[in-house]
């Protein structure tokens, strides 16, 4: 299932990002790193995909080649918007949180978020005035003025979301944004963001380890191989919207599931026998 079918039988045609033979390697000591290898990946607009694969497949190097803090290897092309991009080009385009949370401890809750609005240019107090209304939605209102070692793990994710969605962009990358939260929080905080997503209208790409999370919040799922990663398959999740969490329950959940796990878990063995 390679190359042009990750692309969902539902979606709505338009593409926002195309990769296409994208590699990546590192020339790091003691040898040579190969990350990726040749991913071909296409993402419609307004879709949620979300990314899964062994832990040092590449996921993270991926999102940085798109958010143009790296540049790919020669000979693969990074389409955005319509047009090819290096990294030059393409960094600011995207809204990316990543994988660690990267809270500014000096900052207070409100300037933390607006610091997107002033790498743009615009003055602190307009900056804090367009933030501030974002606070109820996020659930941390009264919560302007406290510094990021005062919120509970939960809170601080939901800042760093805020700080990402407050950067106006329509491709949101978010880099495993829940790997640390209880399953409870966790759970609370995927129905939060799919109410988010379908609010605000914007693409999200999601890495996630976690295969549950995964199939609830995806109209796909893209898997990555062992590194060098690439891209193994591509499922449509055919699930209803607004997804119920009672879904995770239903025949059609554990069977997408089961067929996941699968093409994870061979991955994974890989993954683990290289290391070896
Ligand atoms: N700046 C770098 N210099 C050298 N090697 C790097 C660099 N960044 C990543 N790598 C290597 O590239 C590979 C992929 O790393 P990456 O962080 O993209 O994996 P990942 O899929 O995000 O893993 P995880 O699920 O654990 O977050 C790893 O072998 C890593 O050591
Ligand atoms: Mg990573």
């Known amino acids: 299932m390679q190359g042009d079918s990750h692309r969902p039988a539902a ?30 990946l296409r993402i419609d607009k307004g879709e949620f995909v979300t990314l899964v694969g062994p832990s ?30 290096s990294a030059r080009d393409l960094l600011g385009k995207v809204s990316f949180m990543p994988q660690r949370d990267l809270l500014l401890p000096w900052r207070r809750v409100i300037d933390n978020v607006i610091l997107p609005l002033e790498v743009e240019g615009m003055g602190r107090a307009e900056a804090r005035k367009t933030a501030a209304a974002l606070f109820p939605e996020f659930g941390l209102s009264g919560f302007e003025r406290h510094y990021p070692h005062q919120l509970s793990g939960g809170m601080r994710q939901r800042v760093a979301l805020m700080r990402t969605f407050c950067f106006e962009r329509p491709l949101v990358l978010l880099d495993e944004p829940f790997g640390a939260l209880d399953a409870m929080t966790r759970t609370l905080m995927q129905r939060w963001l799919l109410d988010i997503w379908q609010r605000h209208k914007r693409t999200i790409l999601f890495i996630t380890h976690d ?29 209803e919207r607004p997804r119920n969490p009672r879904i995770t329950t239903s025949t059609e959940f554990q069977s997408v599931k089961k067929a996941l796990l699968e093409a994870i878990e061979e991955e994974s063995m890989k993954s683990f026998l290289a290391e070896k």
């Open 56 to 85: 040092g497949c590449g996921k993270s190097t991926l999102f940085n080649i798109v958010a143009g803090l790296l540049d790919a290897d020669a000979g693969g092309t990074v389409g955005f918007g319509g047009m090819s991009q």
């Open 211 to 239: 295969v549950d999370e995964a199939i609830f919040l995806g109209d796909r799922v893209v898997v990555m191989t062992a590194r060098p990663g690439c891209i193994k398959l591509s499922m449509d999740i055919r699930l």
């Open 11 to 40: 979606a709505s045609g338009a593409p926002i990002l195309e990769l296409s033979g994208v590699s990546k390697s590192f020339d790091s000591y003691p040898h040579r790193v190969v990350a990726l290898e040749g991913i071909d």
